[in-house]
């Protein structure tokens, strides 16, 4: 019964937002698109699957219908705990921070936001702010106040294929020109630091709570397996989340463990993904979710995958060293 499921598109207009999503999607509305939900239990986004038999329920209904056959055995969440999205980045983004779960906790509605990113597209010289440069607290504070905060953020050049992991109290921004895949925890909770005059709400004071001026984040390098059919990729592993890389040269076959759900999400390239007498397209930017309790699939293709999930940590890293050794 249980399949890969495509979920509808829940798309955000954003005043940073652009049109970058037409290069790969016609199901757009109009306006400046900043961000689409692709894989959301967030109610003020719920998914809600596409194909097959249980086409027309959402993520949230799935969850609770079938809770161990869709997040499987090793999951203990009430919800689903993963949230995936595309960004579109026309302009610069708000420099802003997430909290951890425990200060999440202290105020009610809010959730802790860990994060990592998967460059698709990014303009020429365009850079991601990740991080402070040398300074105090009240340096940065006031910095903020007399629109000085360029001299202590850290800018970072970007390009196709990129990797970055943004814990939670790391001050970050997604700067123009940029597009990419986002995975991170089931939270919409933003602080924002500044946001260059367009007038929207910032929460500097819960932001300088939570700011960590000692983390930094560098270019994610990955380990490569290399395969006759395709190469796997591992780039973050943390207790919130696993982000590995497919790189898929003609096809990849895999099915429901049972312990865990996948992610996948094609960032690059297009294929066609099949199971039983069913296919779907998996085109660039789209995603699949991949029940515990999957049948056999088969994508074929020339493709990249980023995979996303929630790991047994352990578990990964002695497959990571059965690979070294």
């Given at each position: 019964m249980f399949y890969p499921l495509k979920f509808d598109h829940k798309y955000v207009e954003k005043i940073w937002g652009g049109r970058k999503f037409e290069n790969f999607r016609e199901d757009l509305p109009d306006g400046p698109i900043g961000e689409s939900w692709d894989i959301s239990a967030q109610e003020s986004g719920m998914s809600v699957a596409q194909n097959g038999k249980l086409a027309?329920?959402?993520?949230?209904?799935?969850t609770e219908m079938y809770p161990q056959q869709i997040l499987g055995k090793d999951i203990e969440a009430d919800e689903f705990p993963l949230l995936l999205k595309i960004i579109d980045a026309q302009s610069q983004l708000s420099?802003?921070?997430?909290?951890?779960?425990?200060?999440a906790a202290k105020n009610p509605g809010e959730a802790g936001k860990t994060e990592a990113w998967y460059v698709i597209d990014a303009d020429e010289d365009s850079h991601l702010i990740i991080g402070t440069e040398d300074?105090?607290?009240?340096?940065?504070?006031?910095?903020?106040?007399?629109?000085?905060?360029?001299?202590?953020?850290?800018?970072?050049?970007?390009e196709r294929g990129d990797v970055f992991f943004i814990k939670a109290g790391l001050l970050h921004a997604i700067g123009a020109g940029i597009?990419?895949?986002?995975v991170q925890q089931s939270s919409d909770t933003t602080y924002r630091v500044y946001d260059y005059g367009r007038g929207r709400e910032l929460h500097l004071s819960k932001a300088l709570d939570v700011i960590d001026f000692k983390l930094q984040s560098k270019k994610r390098k990955g380990l490569r397996v290399c395969g006759d059919e395709y190469d796997y990729s591992y780039f973050c592993l943390n207790d919130k989340f696993a982000l590995d890389i497919i790189n898929i040269k003609e096809s990849y076959r895999s099915q429901g463990d049972q312990q865990r759900f996948n992610i996948l999400t094609a960032v690059e390239g297009a294929g066609k993904l099949r199971w039983d007498d069913q296919e779907v397209e998996l085109k660039e930017t789209e995603s699949v979710l991949i029940p515990a309790y999957s049948e056999e699939f088969e994508i074929k293709g020339e493709l990249?995958?980023?995979k996303s999930y929630v790991p047994d940590i352990e578990e990964n890293r002695q497959q990571i060293l059965s690979v070294i050794e």
């Open positions: 027309g329920k959402s993520l949230k209904e799935l420099i802003q921070v997430h909290p951890d779960d425990q200060y300074c105090s607290e009240s340096e940065f504070k006031k910095a903020v106040k007399n629109d000085q905060i360029n001299q202590y953020v850290k800018k970072v050049r970007v597009m990419l895949a986002e990249k995958l980023m």
